[in-house]
């Protein structure tokens, strides 16, 4: 399997610090299944080309399995020869941190679109005779596809399954590096490894910014988890999830104006995540989650806490993760340290939230569809399992005292239920009791007990749930 990339940006050697590779040197690594060997066959001021080669061992694929398979389908196949998950696999091994954007010595031009050309061989491709065109196009390459008879002696024969593709583009490496590993195997469609849940966040984290408007993003989920259809269906609804987020918050104002409308008389915005920051401090914890974080107001409140010592914020809205970055850019740097922002959707289990001292959902869980809930549940009580979590929801026993609310309307359009006190009392006490924690309940932006309307309680409720 050959890989192909070079550049003429000036200078061109400034490849090797994206890279990682010194350009004087030939490296190699074993990966198990095959040995890669990388070196610069051009090095030069106006070119730089580097070449990533992987020779496959075929022993090595089938050493340790079953027969089941059938022996002679192990040795006789065109896996060892042809790139597809295991030229990807190299790719994040070999060239991880040019992938993931890093470079310590050139970190501006980590960021910056540089002209690329690419060339990978053999490449196989299993499906539409334009299916390259279809991946590769979308994403801004000029795509060149160089088909091979099966015998040149014997044109009627037709053309192999491999082709030679070359990608030109001015774009970032790691864009290019990531595109790649990820639109290989799908042209292939076969992967050498077991696919399971964790494959969804990976391709999740790798189509990031572009799988979600993709216009083959179906296909590509699809055969990236080799047609499993529940992780196809949790990928896809997530990333149906991330585009609909992105949608809406085009317009940020847009996005609050009902809801903000509705609750300004009693200026409950504010005081509910004031009173968030509270609770949180009283519980002197260290590491705190803000789940459904938007735009980090309630961020800005937790890093100001001495206390705190990391504020993770997770949202599914890349542009909203955006706005919380720039509503703390002004911070002094030691608080800004203190902040760390992932995208990523609630209702799935996720490593990267377990181990945290508290964790809070302001007016998120009245946005998931009630048929996700116990999966939000179990993601968060069942698995994450912060020390302390507080849930805070609209109280839909205080609606009638809203004058521009008409009659049995949610506060926002985008709300898919609003509990009453019952209601809620009910959902916080059994998942509580189901995952071990002990909840209090109180009012937000309440009222007092001599209130004609006390009955009704406080226009929003808090639960917190402790370990």
């Known amino acids: 399997m050959f890989l192909s990339v070079m550049t003429t940006h000036r200078p061109a050697t400034d490849l090797g610090f994206l890279l990682h590779k010194n350009p004087v040197r030939t490296q190699d690594l074993d990966l198990g299944f095959g040995r890669a060997v990388m070196f610069y066959p051009e090095a030069s001021e106006e070119r730089c080309e580097f070449v990533l080669t992987l020779d496959i061992d075929p022993v090595a694929l089938v050493r340790g399995r079953s027969g089941g398979d059938g022996l002679l389908d192990q040795y006789v196949n065109d896996r060892p020869y042809a790139a597809s998950s295991f030229l990807s696999v190299a790719i994040g091994r070999c060239l991880g941190a040019a992938m993931g954007g890093r470079s310590k010595d050139r970190p501006a031009l980590a960021e910056t679109a540089i002209p690329l050309d690419v060339t990978v061989v053999p490449l196989p491709v299993r499906g539409p005779h334009d299916l390259v065109e279809r991946l590769f196009a979308p994403l801004g390459y000029a795509v060149e596809v160089t088909r091979h008879p099966l015998d040149p002696e014997r044109p009627e024969w037709g053309h192999a399954p491999h082709v030679t593709l070359r990608l030109r583009a001015t774009a970032r490496l790691a864009e290019l590096l990531t595109h790649l590993s990820v639109l290989m195997p799908v042209l292939d469609d076969r992967k050498h490894y077991f696919v399971g849940e964790d494959e969804i966040e990976t391709l999740l984290a790798r189509g990031e910014g572009w799988l979600p408007g993709h216009p083959e993003r179906d296909l590509i989920v699809a055969r990236s988890l080799k047609r499993r259809r529940v992780l196809v269906r949790q990928a896809i609804a997530q990333l149906v999830e991330a585009t609909a987020e992105d949608e809406t918050t085009l317009d ?180 509580a009791s189901t995952y071990g924690y002990a909840v209090r309940l109180e009012g937000l932006g309440g009222v007092g007990s001599g209130d004609a309307y006390a009955d009704l309680g406080a226009p929003s409720q808090l639960a917190v749930s402790s370990r």
């Not at 914890?285 to 806490?305: E, F, H, P, Y």
Request: proline share 7%.
């Open 252 to 431: 940020p104002a847009a996005q609050e104006e009902p809801e903000a409308a509705i609750e300004q008389p009693v200026r409950l915005h504010e005081r509910r995540l004031d009173r968030v920051a509270q609770v949180i401090a009283e519980k002197g914890a260290k590491r705190v989650l803000d789940l459904g974080c938007g735009d980090g107001k309630l961020i800005a409140r937790l890093i100001r806490n001495p206390t705190v010592e990391q504020v993770t914020g997770i949202e599914v809205s890349s542009a909203e993760l955006a706005r919380a970055a720039r509503r703390v850019e002004a911070l002094p740097e030691t608080l800004r340290r203190k902040l760390v922002l992932l995208q990523g959707s609630l209702i799935y289990r996720d490593a990267r939230l377990r181990g945290f001292d508290a964790a809070a959902l302001v007016e998120v869980i009245e946005h998931v569809e009630p048929d996700r809930l116990p999966h939000l549940e179990r993601a968060l009580f069942g698995d994450a399992r912060p020390a302390t979590v507080v849930v805070t929801t609209p109280n839909r026993d205080y609606n009638v005292l809203f004058p521009t609310l008409p009659a049995r309307q949610l506060r926002h359009p985008d709300h898919r239920f609003e509990w009453s006190r019952a209601e809620f009392e009910g959902w916080a006490e059994r998942v």
